[in-house]
């Protein structure tokens, strides 16, 4: 696959298809070490800025590096990812044209700090958190607390 990485409209460097992708195409995969979640909130609870990916299996992720943790988020995307046999792999939603940024909603689903969006879609919800912690935030608002549980 043809990719390149350059400075993107959205968030500092981005990746970029070269030549078209068709729907369904697995992409590029997410490398990198595989951590638990709390081996990565010792390494980077004072780091604004963070390449790791969380695993379905909700204890770990992966910490990443290479073309992949250049993919952006974005609230339309026209990528998706898939954990295939223990490899997470980012596919085309629907064919990619040349030229194009390759993003992905991120759903990211914990955290303490704003997670603000910058993707620029029509029906972007401002934020990089998935739409369900989202309500679970103002749930909890609601009923006096902070986010993270713990009294407002």
């Given at each position: 696959?043809?990719?390149?990485?350059?400075?993107?409209?959205?968030?500092?460097?981005?990746?970029?298809?070269?030549?078209?992708?068709?729907?369904?195409?697995?992409?590029?995969?997410y490398v990198?070490?595989?951590?638990?979640?709390?081996?990565?909130?010792?390494?980077?609870?004072?780091?604004?800025?963070?390449?790791?990916?969380?695993?379905?299996?909700?204890?770990?992720?992966?910490?990443?590096?290479?073309?992949?943790?250049?993919?952006?988020?974005?609230?339309?995307?026209?990528?998706?990812?898939?954990?295939?046999?223990?490899?997470?792999?980012?596919?085309?939603?629907?064919?990619?044209?040349?030229?194009?940024?390759?993003?992905?909603?991120?759903?990211?689903?914990?955290?303490?700090?704003?997670?603000?969006?910058f993707c620029?879609?029509?029906?972007?919800?401002?934020?990089?958190?998935?739409?369900?912690?989202?309500?679970?935030?103002?749930?909890?608002?609601?009923?006096?607390?902070?986010?993270?549980?713990?009294?407002?």
């Amino acid at each position: 696959m043809s990719v390149i990485i350059r400075q993107s409209r959205i968030h500092s460097n981005g990746c970029y298809t070269t030549e078209p992708i068709k729907r369904g195409t697995r992409i590029v995969e997410y490398v990198g070490q595989r951590i638990t979640k709390e081996e990565a909130d010792e390494l980077y609870d004072e780091v604004a800025e963070t390449y790791l990916f969380g695993l379905d299996d909700g204890k770990h992720v992966i910490d990443g590096f290479g073309v992949a943790a250049f993919v952006n988020h974005s609230c339309a995307p026209n990528c998706e990812t898939d954990q295939i046999g223990g490899s997470v792999w980012i596919s085309a939603r629907r064919d990619i044209q040349p030229g194009e940024e390759l993003t992905y909603d991120y759903n990211l689903y914990d955290g303490d700090d704003d997670a603000p969006c910058f993707c620029g879609a029509k029906r972007c919800r401002g934020s990089m958190y998935s739409l369900s912690f989202l309500r679970k935030q103002a749930k909890q608002r609601a009923n006096g607390s902070k986010p993270n549980g713990k009294p407002a």
